[in-house]
T-cell receptor, first 113, second 112 residues
Framework: DSGVTQTPKHLITATGQRVTLRCSPRSGDLSVYWYQQSLDQGLQFLIQYYNGEERAKGNILERFSAQQFPDLHSELNLSSLELGDSALYFC????????????FGNGTRLTVT | SQQGEEDPQALSIQEGENATMNCSYKTSINNLQWYRQNSGRGLVHLIL?????REKHSGRLRVTLDTSKKSSSLLITASRAADTASYFC????????????FGTGTRLKVLA
Protein backbone atom coordinates (compact mmCIF):
# COMPACT_ATOMS: atom_id res chain seq x y z
CA ASP A 1 0.00 0.00 0.00
CA SER A 2 1.55 3.29 -1.19
CA GLY A 3 -0.51 5.43 1.18
CA VAL A 4 -1.90 7.45 -1.72
CA THR A 5 -5.68 7.24 -2.05
CA GLN A 6 -7.55 7.99 -5.23
CA THR A 7 -11.30 8.11 -5.58
CA PRO A 8 -13.34 6.99 -7.34
CA LYS A 9 -11.70 3.84 -8.71
CA HIS A 10 -13.93 3.76 -11.75
CA LEU A 11 -15.95 6.44 -13.47
CA ILE A 12 -18.21 6.06 -16.48
CA THR A 13 -19.69 9.19 -17.96
CA ALA A 14 -20.93 10.63 -21.22
CA THR A 15 -19.28 13.00 -23.64
CA GLY A 16 -19.66 16.64 -22.71
CA GLN A 17 -19.88 15.94 -18.99
CA ARG A 18 -17.61 17.11 -16.17
CA VAL A 19 -15.98 14.94 -13.53
CA THR A 20 -13.78 15.45 -10.49
CA LEU A 21 -11.06 13.04 -9.48
CA ARG A 22 -9.74 13.16 -5.95
CA CYS A 23 -6.36 12.33 -4.49
CA SER A 24 -5.17 12.14 -0.90
CA PRO A 25 -1.38 12.08 -0.76
CA ARG A 26 0.73 9.96 1.52
CA SER A 27 1.00 11.40 5.01
CA GLY A 28 3.81 13.95 5.12
CA ASP A 29 4.10 14.36 1.35
CA LEU A 30 3.80 17.93 0.13
CA SER A 31 3.99 17.34 -3.64
CA VAL A 32 1.17 15.94 -5.73
CA TYR A 33 1.49 14.95 -9.37
CA TRP A 34 -1.21 14.03 -11.87
CA TYR A 35 -0.57 11.71 -14.81
CA GLN A 36 -2.75 10.37 -17.61
CA GLN A 37 -2.17 6.87 -19.00
CA SER A 38 -4.07 5.83 -22.10
CA LEU A 39 -4.42 2.16 -23.02
CA ASP A 40 -1.00 0.50 -23.27
CA GLN A 41 0.70 3.87 -23.30
CA GLY A 42 3.21 5.61 -21.13
CA LEU A 43 2.35 8.21 -18.58
CA GLN A 44 1.68 11.75 -19.70
CA PHE A 45 2.56 14.34 -17.08
CA LEU A 46 -0.31 16.75 -16.49
CA ILE A 47 0.47 18.97 -13.53
CA GLN A 48 2.30 19.17 -10.20
CA TYR A 49 1.50 20.98 -6.97
CA TYR A 50 3.72 21.62 -4.01
CA ASN A 51 2.21 22.67 -0.70
CA GLY A 52 -0.80 24.20 -2.38
CA GLU A 53 1.02 25.98 -5.19
CA GLU A 54 1.24 24.94 -8.83
CA ARG A 55 4.87 24.07 -9.53
CA ALA A 56 4.99 22.49 -12.98
CA LYS A 57 2.65 22.06 -15.87
CA GLY A 58 2.75 19.46 -18.59
CA ASN A 59 0.48 18.60 -21.47
CA ILE A 60 -2.69 19.48 -19.63
CA LEU A 61 -5.62 20.47 -21.78
CA GLU A 62 -7.43 23.74 -21.13
CA ARG A 63 -10.55 21.66 -20.38
CA PHE A 64 -8.69 20.17 -17.43
CA SER A 65 -7.86 21.96 -14.21
CA ALA A 66 -6.52 20.98 -10.83
CA GLN A 67 -5.86 22.35 -7.40
CA GLN A 68 -4.28 21.34 -4.13
CA PHE A 69 -6.11 22.28 -0.97
CA PRO A 70 -4.71 23.40 2.41
CA ASP A 71 -5.05 19.86 3.75
CA LEU A 72 -2.87 18.81 0.75
CA HIS A 73 -5.46 16.69 -0.98
CA SER A 74 -5.82 17.44 -4.67
CA GLU A 75 -8.59 17.37 -7.21
CA LEU A 76 -8.39 17.06 -10.99
CA ASN A 77 -11.37 18.46 -12.83
CA LEU A 78 -12.07 17.27 -16.36
CA SER A 79 -14.77 19.08 -18.33
CA SER A 80 -16.41 18.89 -21.76
CA LEU A 81 -15.28 15.30 -21.83
CA GLU A 82 -14.42 13.64 -25.11
CA LEU A 83 -14.07 9.95 -25.99
CA GLY A 84 -10.30 10.42 -26.16
CA ASP A 85 -10.20 11.41 -22.50
CA SER A 86 -10.88 7.81 -21.55
CA ALA A 87 -7.80 6.73 -19.64
CA LEU A 88 -6.30 5.86 -16.29
CA TYR A 89 -5.57 8.95 -14.25
CA PHE A 90 -2.88 8.55 -11.63
CA CYS A 91 -2.02 10.72 -8.72
CA UNK A 92 1.41 10.46 -7.15
CA UNK A 93 2.91 12.18 -4.15
CA UNK A 94 6.39 12.81 -2.85
CA UNK A 95 8.01 14.51 0.11
CA UNK A 96 9.55 17.23 -2.03
CA UNK A 97 10.03 17.23 -5.77
CA UNK A 98 13.75 16.81 -6.06
CA UNK A 99 15.16 13.38 -5.26
CA UNK A 100 12.16 11.88 -3.60
CA UNK A 101 10.60 8.85 -5.25
CA UNK A 102 7.00 9.17 -6.34
CA UNK A 103 4.35 7.13 -4.56
CA PHE A 104 1.43 6.31 -6.81
CA GLY A 105 -2.20 5.68 -6.09
CA ASN A 106 -4.01 2.92 -7.93
CA GLY A 107 -5.61 5.35 -10.31
CA THR A 108 -9.07 6.31 -11.46
CA ARG A 109 -10.22 4.58 -14.61
CA LEU A 110 -12.32 7.03 -16.60
CA THR A 111 -14.52 5.77 -19.41
CA VAL A 112 -16.24 8.34 -21.58
CA THR A 113 -19.08 6.93 -23.67
CA SER B 1 6.90 14.56 -25.99
CA GLN B 2 8.20 11.78 -23.78
CA GLN B 3 11.59 12.36 -22.22
CA GLY B 4 12.39 8.67 -21.89
CA GLU B 5 12.07 5.91 -24.41
CA GLU B 6 12.40 2.32 -23.27
CA ASP B 7 13.74 -0.47 -25.39
CA PRO B 8 12.58 -3.10 -26.09
CA GLN B 9 8.86 -2.37 -26.00
CA ALA B 10 8.18 -5.97 -24.99
CA LEU B 11 10.34 -8.78 -23.67
CA SER B 12 9.50 -12.41 -23.00
CA ILE B 13 11.92 -14.65 -21.10
CA GLN B 14 11.98 -17.88 -19.12
CA GLU B 15 12.03 -17.90 -15.35
CA GLY B 16 15.59 -17.81 -14.07
CA GLU B 17 16.93 -15.82 -17.01
CA ASN B 18 18.13 -12.25 -16.79
CA ALA B 19 16.10 -9.40 -18.24
CA THR B 20 17.68 -6.22 -19.54
CA MET B 21 15.77 -3.14 -20.58
CA ASN B 22 17.11 0.18 -21.72
CA CYS B 23 16.03 3.78 -21.42
CA SER B 24 17.16 6.73 -23.47
CA TYR B 25 16.41 10.34 -22.65
CA LYS B 26 16.94 13.69 -24.29
CA THR B 27 18.05 16.40 -21.88
CA SER B 28 20.37 16.85 -18.91
CA ILE B 29 19.00 15.15 -15.85
CA ASN B 30 19.23 15.42 -12.10
CA ASN B 31 18.37 11.77 -11.55
CA LEU B 32 16.75 8.80 -13.22
CA GLN B 33 14.34 6.40 -11.58
CA TRP B 34 12.89 3.05 -12.54
CA TYR B 35 9.33 2.02 -11.71
CA ARG B 36 7.31 -1.16 -12.09
CA GLN B 37 3.63 -1.30 -12.98
CA ASN B 38 1.54 -4.40 -12.61
CA SER B 39 -1.38 -4.49 -15.01
CA GLY B 40 -3.80 -1.65 -14.34
CA ARG B 41 -2.20 -0.74 -11.03
CA GLY B 42 -0.21 2.21 -9.79
CA LEU B 43 3.52 2.41 -10.38
CA VAL B 44 5.94 1.26 -7.73
CA HIS B 45 9.34 2.88 -7.29
CA LEU B 46 12.25 0.48 -7.72
CA ILE B 47 15.49 2.43 -7.70
CA LEU B 48 16.92 5.93 -8.15
CA UNK B 49 20.29 6.73 -9.66
CA UNK B 50 21.75 10.22 -9.51
CA UNK B 51 23.43 11.88 -12.47
CA UNK B 52 26.86 11.55 -10.82
CA UNK B 53 26.46 7.80 -10.25
CA ARG B 54 27.27 5.17 -12.83
CA GLU B 55 25.87 2.00 -11.29
CA LYS B 56 23.54 1.05 -8.48
CA HIS B 57 22.31 -2.25 -7.07
CA SER B 58 19.23 -3.19 -5.12
CA GLY B 59 18.62 -6.89 -4.53
CA ARG B 60 18.23 -8.52 -7.94
CA LEU B 61 18.20 -5.15 -9.68
CA ARG B 62 21.20 -3.47 -11.26
CA VAL B 63 20.91 -0.06 -12.87
CA THR B 64 23.55 1.68 -14.93
CA LEU B 65 23.60 5.26 -16.13
CA ASP B 66 25.65 6.72 -18.97
CA THR B 67 25.06 10.46 -19.06
CA SER B 68 27.31 10.89 -22.11
CA LYS B 69 24.99 8.62 -24.09
CA LYS B 70 21.90 9.78 -22.24
CA SER B 71 20.92 6.22 -21.50
CA SER B 72 20.27 3.85 -18.63
CA SER B 73 19.73 0.14 -18.32
CA LEU B 74 17.85 -1.98 -15.81
CA LEU B 75 18.97 -5.56 -15.30
CA ILE B 76 16.79 -7.99 -13.39
CA THR B 77 18.73 -11.12 -12.52
CA ALA B 78 17.27 -14.58 -11.96
CA SER B 79 13.82 -13.43 -13.04
CA ARG B 80 10.65 -14.82 -11.50
CA ALA B 81 7.10 -15.06 -12.77
CA ALA B 82 6.21 -12.33 -10.26
CA ASP B 83 8.51 -9.93 -12.14
CA THR B 84 5.99 -9.90 -15.00
CA ALA B 85 5.02 -6.23 -15.30
CA SER B 86 5.72 -3.07 -17.26
CA TYR B 87 8.87 -1.19 -16.38
CA PHE B 88 9.25 2.55 -16.83
CA CYS B 89 12.13 4.93 -16.50
CA UNK B 90 11.47 8.44 -15.25
CA UNK B 91 13.79 11.39 -15.47
CA UNK B 92 13.94 14.62 -13.55
CA UNK B 93 15.49 17.28 -15.69
CA UNK B 94 17.77 20.02 -14.47
CA UNK B 95 15.51 22.89 -15.43
CA UNK B 96 14.18 23.14 -11.91
CA UNK B 97 10.62 22.43 -12.96
CA UNK B 98 10.40 19.21 -10.91
CA UNK B 99 8.63 17.43 -13.75
CA UNK B 100 9.18 13.70 -13.68
CA UNK B 101 8.82 12.53 -17.26
CA PHE B 102 8.13 8.87 -17.90
CA GLY B 103 9.06 6.77 -20.88
CA THR B 104 6.75 4.49 -22.79
CA GLY B 105 7.73 1.39 -20.83
CA THR B 106 8.93 -2.15 -21.45
CA ARG B 107 6.40 -4.95 -21.00
CA LEU B 108 8.20 -7.88 -19.42
CA LYS B 109 6.70 -11.35 -19.38
CA VAL B 110 8.45 -14.04 -17.38
CA LEU B 111 7.33 -17.53 -18.29
CA ALA B 112 7.26 -20.17 -15.56
Amino acid sequence: DSGVTQTPKHLITATGQRVTLRCSPRSGDLSVYWYQQSLDQGLQFLIQYYNGEERAKGNILERFSAQQFPDLHSELNLSSLELGDSALYFCASSVTGAESPLHFGNGTRLTVT
Amino acid sequence: SQQGEEDPQALSIQEGENATMNCSYKTSINNLQWYRQNSGRGLVHLILIRSNEREKHSGRLRVTLDTSKKSSSLLITASRAADTASYFCATLDTSGTYKYIFGTGTRLKVLA
